[in-house]
C-alpha cells in the first residue's frame, strides 16, 4: 500500500478545488508538486489557458516545471489541489487510473470544509470523477461539462475535464480548449 506523498495545496480563498486521482510513483517526478511526471500536461494547460504559451511553465533545459510561478498563480486565482485517493495499491506498478485500487479514500468533506469559499470542484481524469461521484451519490457529467450539487448549504459545481496524463487520447491544445471556459467563468479570465 501506498500513501499520498504530498498535502494538499489550499490557498487562502480559494474558489476551486482540483481533484486527480493520485500521484505517479516517484520516479518518474521532475518535481516536488502536484502533476510532477513532465510528460503530464497539466501544467502546459495552464500555460496555454492563462498566458496563450503551453511552454510558459515549462523548464525544458531542467526537464521540470517552474514550481515557483505555478504555485503563485494558483495563489492568485485561488485554485487548490488535491487527489481523492490518500491511499492506493497499484496493480501494476503505474499511475494509470485503471491500475490504481483506492484503499482509503480521501476525506472530501473534510477538504472541501477547509476551503468554505470553494464554489467548484474539478476532476481530472476518470478515477478521480468516480470516486467523487460515488461519494456525493452525484450523476457523472460527460467531459467538459458540469453538474451541480449542494454540500453543508453550499451550490456547488462538479466539472469533469480531460486527464492531463498523455495516455488520454487529446493534444493539450485540445485539453486546454476544455479547461479555458471553465476558467473564464470562474476567474473572468479572458486569454
Known amino acids: ?21 493520485f500521484p505517479p510513483a516517484r520516479k518518474r517526478w521532475s518535481m ?26 515549462v523548464d525544458e533545459a531542467g526537464k521540470t516545471f517552474r514550481r515557483p510561478a505555478i504555485e503563485a498563480l494558483l495563489r492568485q486565482h485561488g485554485i487548490a489541489l488535491y487527489d481523492t485517493a490518500t491511499a492506493v495499491r497499484r496493480t501494476t506498478g503505474t499511475a494509470a487510473d485503471k491500475d490504481l485500487e483506492v484503499v482509503e479514500p480521501t476525506d472530501l468533506e473534510a477538504l472541501l470544509r477547509r476551503l468554505p469559499q470553494c464554489e467548484a470542484v474539478v476532476t481530472t481524469g476518470q478515477k478521480a470523477t468516480d470516486v467523487f461521484c460515488a461519494h456525493f451519490q452525484l450523476q457523472q ?11 453543508d448549504g453550499r451550490p456547488m459545481r462538479l466539472y469533469r475535464m480531460p486527464s492531463s496524463s498523455r495516455a488520454y487520447p487529446l493534444s ?14 470562474l476567474f473572468n479570465h479572458k486569454s
Not at 13 to 19: K, N, P, S, T, Y
Request: hydrophobic content about 45%; overall charge negative.
Open 1 to 21: 500500500m501506498e500513501y499520498h506523498p504530498l498535502q494538499p495545496f489550499l490557498p487562502e480563498g480559494a474558489r476551486l478545488l482540483m481533484l486527480g486521482s
Open 32 to 57: 516536488e508538486f502536484f502533476y510532477p511526471n513532465f510528460t503530464n500536461d497539466m501544467w502546459r494547460i495552464f500555460g496555454l489557458c492563462f498566458f496563450d504559451d503551453k511552454m510558459h511553465f
Open 141 to 151: 457529467p460527460k467531459v467538459g461539462s458540469f453538474v451541480v450539487f449542494t454540500f
Open 172 to 185: 493539450v491544445e485540445r485539453k486546454a480548449e476544455y479547461y479555458r471556459p471553465l476558467f473564464d467563468t
